[in-house]
T-cell receptor, first 114, second 114 residues
Framework: KAGVTQTPRYLIKTRGQQVTLSCSPISGHRSVSWYQQTPGQGLQFLFEYFSETQRNKGNFPGRFSGRQFSNSRSEMNVSTLELGDSALYLC?????????????FGPGTRLLVL | AQSVTQLDSQVPVFEEAPVELRCNYSSSVSVYLFWYVQYPNQGLQLLLKYLSGSTLVESINGFEAEFNKSQTSFHLRKPSVHISDTAEYFCAVSDYTGFQKLVFGTGTRLLVSP
């Protein structure tokens, strides 16, 4: 079974632009979560989606948004990019909702904001 | 709110030596506990998790971790490490609310040398 895929793998943007990252979960998985990984702040939770509904959101500004489609694929969008948004963005999927569920992570999208 | 502390940012060790990576957590509610491993330029992979029951949990590649409720710890151990174990290890918790928000520690880089 194919793992979690994320596109693109690498991205370079300039300040003020917006960006959309895509995540395809493991087939059959209905829950998708997003995390931001930076050297300074480490791994931080962005949001969680299940059945096209956002169930939980981390402490990030409104410039960060996401959505989930009926096929469980998910996208996250960052508007008005800032230098501090440079990070590795990780998507994770799980079979069902629930804190005990194992989350399977994709390889990430590395975003560089210049 | 939960927090996770991994006191050792880097642990150097020789091949075939034992290793322990420390993890302590703080939470006002019961939590599930996880160890993830990240190899260079890859996403996170689950090593093992504690949900309930036996406080000693094992992974398929020789790692084990013991949940100690009184000390709020979940230290990761391996009796004999290999060069291929060189990676970054993250301890994480999620609470019993049902949401899949993982709170991660800052990570410990395990460096195994010949």
């Amino acid at each position: 079974k194919a793992g979690v895929t994320q596109t693109p793998r690498y991205l370079i943007k300039t300040r003020g632009q917006q960006v959309t990252l895509s995540c395809s979960p493991i087939s059959g998985h209905r829950s998708v979560s997003w995390y931001q990984q930076t050297p300074g702040q480490g791994l931080q939770f962005l949001f969680e989606y299940f059945s096209e509904t956002q169930r939980n959101k981390g402490n990030f500004p409104g410039r960060f948004s996401g959505r989930q489609f009926s096929n469980s694929r998910s996208e996250m969008n960052v508007s008005t990019l800032e230098l501090g948004d440079s990070a590795l963005y990780l998507c994770a999927s799980s079979l069902a909702q629930g804190a005990q569920e194992t989350q399977y992570f994709g390889p990430g999208t590395r975003l560089l904001v210049l | 709110a939960q927090s996770v502390t991994q006191l050792d940012s880097q642990v150097p060790v020789f091949e075939e030596a034992p290793v322990e990576l420390r993890c302590n957590y703080s939470s006002s509610v019961s939590v599930y506990l996880f160890w993830y491993v990240q190899y260079p330029n890859q996403g996170l992979q689950l090593l093992l998790k504690y949900l309930s029951g036996s406080t000693l949990v094992e992974s398929i590649n020789g790692f084990e971790a013991e949940f100690n409720k009184s000390q709020t710890s979940f230290h990761l151990r391996k009796p004999s490490v290999h060069i291929s174990d060189t990676a970054e290890y993250f301890c994480a918790v999620s609470d019993y609310t049902g949401f899949q928000k993982l709170v991660f520690g800052t990570g410990t880089r395990l460096l195994v040398s010949p």
